[in-house]
């Protein structure tokens, strides 16, 4: 699902179901596929092993003496918001998989994502993007599924708004149990905080070539900061600038040198 082809069958309220299940207790794996999938209701063959393996992607699950076995701790599913932090985490740590180069590809998009009238006109400029792998209207619909769900961005009307709030407010709330978390309520340059969004939110900052911030990460840094979570702050008097993808209805029009994180 997400190494090599991305499906529809594997939605994330489908893995959860699965961990869910396997949270309980070890189980075989036919019988959680009972369990899933019960004599009564219509079923789809492709739906319990796509979604079996794309748990097994995630490394959320293993099989062990013919038993399905949680590999992380029962926590992780505790609410769908830290099932949701930490396979964001687990999704997009591979940055040559299929899933995070197309997501990287769409936040960089901007506001040219919007001219593509439906998925399949996408899907033929994609076939000119990425030349070996199968990114059809199959793949980007299964895409659209985990990437609203991530946070990437906003779905409406089955379109995929680009907006990282959720995105980033996660792994926000992941950094505080660190180690050596972002500094907080203390303000520090600009050019930190992307040092600190490539290792914890790379698919942002992925094709970044110069100081200017895409659509998605602009949207979602505007958002954090109208709920005081963080303040973009503007000195002209700084060495340093980075651009906001322009909004000019907004306090933060476009220039911003430093950032203080609250959350």
Not at 110 to 119: A, L, M
Not at 230 to 245: G, H
Request: glycine share 2%; proline share 5%.
């Amino acid at each position: 699902m997400f190494k090599n082809r991305m499906r529809v069958e594997p939605t994330p309220e489908r893995v959860y179901a699965l961990c869910r299940l396997v949270a309980r207790s070890p189980i075989p794996k036919n019988r959680l596929r009972e369990m899933l999938e019960p004599n009564w209701i219509e079923k789809d063959p492709n739906n319990f092993p796509l979604t079996y393996s794309a748990a097994r992607e995630l490394e959320l699950i293993s099989e062990v003496d013919e038993r399905v076995r949680l590999n992380v701790s029962a926590d992780v599913f505790n609410s769908f918001a830290s099932y949701r932090r930490f396979t964001a985490q687990q999704a997009l740590k591979d940055r040559e998989s299929v899933f995070f180069r197309f997501t990287a590809w769409y936040l960089s998009q901007n506001d040219n994502y919007f001219y593509y009238t439906n998925v399949d006109e996408l899907a033929i400029r994609l076939g000119r993007d990425f030349d070996n792998d199968k990114v059809d209207d199959i793949a980007i619909r299964g895409w659209r599924f985990w990437a609203s769900f991530f946070g990437i961005g906003v779905l409406h009307n089955l379109f995929l708004i680009p907006n990282m709030f959720v995105r980033l407010h996660d792994a926000l709330i992941l950094d505080k149990d660190r180690e050596n978390p972002f500094p907080r309520n203390v303000k520090v340059p600009f050019s930190m905080f992307v040092s600190w969004l490539k290792e914890n939110c790379p698919e942002s900052v992925h094709n970044l070539d110069s100081h200017d911030l895409c659509l998605g990460l602009s949207s979602g840094l505007r958002m954090l900061h109208d709920r005081d979570m963080v303040q973009l702050i503007y000195n002209p008097d700084s060495a340093e600038k980075w651009n906001l993808y322009p909004m000019f209805t907004h306090e933060i029009t476009k220039d911003v040198t430093d950032i203080l994180v609250k959350i």
